[in-house]
């Protein structure tokens, strides 16, 4: 693809809207995570988080032929996001006396860089079909990203702090971008259809019961734990 050509801009426009809606769900992740935190390290669990986010997704867009070719891959993953999901939401208790930085930070971490590399492979493959393979766009698709993540995690952690029945609708956010995983991998065409195709009626409606179980489920999950939390507090 030739460089500043009309094909380059436009497939540029389009890695910039996938950023734009695919980069919010990074956001929620680091914000969820880090919400915790005491102040002087919230702003670097958002740093470090990013970039983490943005070295796993680079590995990642390096090997897309790969992972395209590993089935159940988007199965695996849409389930490990449910748990983190739910431990994003129900995650209130733990060992309040250990030290911050040796634990409560670099838990922030594991968790923002697993919740990443799952939800990685929505947006690595959007970003390489958008490219058509042109990896100067790849590489600014990446880097486009870092100001996004950073600034939505930033705005997010704000409004946390502020409502936080914010954490409810992040962890059903992230409980649905799990459920658009599992209904989305190849797998399980025979259940849910190939979002490509025409779907019939009995395939869009197991699409939507998965979502909605998923993101029902974690919401009763998260709380449930919470209360027993409080009750045995």
Avoid at 3 to 9: D, E, L, R
């Amino acid at each position: 693809m030739e460089f500043f050509s009309a094909p380059w801009w436009s497939a540029l426009l389009a890695i910039v809207l996938i950023d734009l809606v695919l980069a919010g769900d990074n956001a929620i992740v680091i914000a969820l995570a880090a919400r915790n935190l005491p102040p002087h390290l919230k702003t670097k669990a958002i740093l470090w988080g990013t970039v983490g986010a943005i070295v796993v997704r680079s590995l990642m867009t390096i090997g897309v032929v790969w992972l395209l070719k590993i089935p159940g891959l988007m199965l695996v993953g849409g389930l490990g996001l449910v748990w983190i999901a739910y431990q994003l939401l129900a995650d209130d208790d733990g060992d309040k006396h250990s030290d911050p930085m040796a634990n409560t930070f670099w838990g922030a971490m594991k968790t923002i860089i697993v919740a990443d590399a799952l939800m990685g492979v929505d947006n690595v493959l959007g970003v390489a079909g958008a490219a058509h393979g042109a990896f100067d766009l790849v590489i600014i698709g990446l880097l486009i990203s870092v100001p996004i993540v950073v600034f939505g995690s930033s705005v997010v952690l704000k409004l946390v702090d502020r409502f936080p029945i914010i954490i409810q609708a992040g962890a059903a956010v992230l409980a649905y971008t799990a459920a658009k995983m599992v209904v989305g991998e190849p797998l399980l065409n025979g259940v849910f259809g190939d979002a490509k195709a025409v779907l019939t009626g009995v395939q869009q409606a197991a699409r939507w019961g998965v979502e909605l179980l998923a993101v029902v489920g974690v919401l009763a999950a998260g709380t449930w734990r919470k209360r027993r939390a409080q009750i045995s507090a």
